[in-house]
């Protein structure tokens, strides 16, 4: 069974080329979010399996947004993705915890489809 996948990032180019990258994967989008707070309102609504986070966002950043959902839903599969690449943007996505993978920009299809199995995987278990 396919798994579903709402889509967090300010940028309609990158919203775009991930629902490209799902093409022909056992990954359906079925909700695309631009900021934050419309992911918090949307996952409520919408439930999907796994959500990618982008960090810079208008509004609440990805990490907050991140951090809330995972509060009221300690099962939520989410994957960050995002071009920083700093030692402390990484440390800020471990907080949030063992299961919620980094994803680099420009994202590599092979990189992102592992970090999708991981989080689905872990997400059937529980």
Do not use: W
Not at 4 to 22: A, C, G
Not at 30 to 53: F, H, K, N, W
Not at 107 to 112: A, G, L, Q, V
């Amino acid at each position: 069974m396919k798994k579903t996948i709402m889509i967090v990032d300010d940028s309609i180019v990158t919203r775009s080329e991930i629902e490209q990258l799902l093409k022909g994967t056992n990954f359906d989008v079925i909700y695309q979010c631009r900021s934050g707070e419309e992911a918090l309102e949307a996952y409520e609504r919408e439930r999907p399996d796994i959500v990618t986070m982008d960090i810079i966002m208008p509004g609440i950043d990805g990490i907050e947004a991140s951090k809330r959902l995972l509060k009221h839903h300690p099962d939520a599969g989410i994957i960050i993705i995002s071009s920083l690449v700093y030692d402390k943007t990484q440390q800020m996505v471990q907080e949030l915890g063992p299961s919620v993978p980094f994803v680099f920009k420009p994202i590599k299809k092979s990189y992102f489809i592992e970090a999708l199995v991981k989080v689905s995987d872990a997400i059937s278990k529980k």
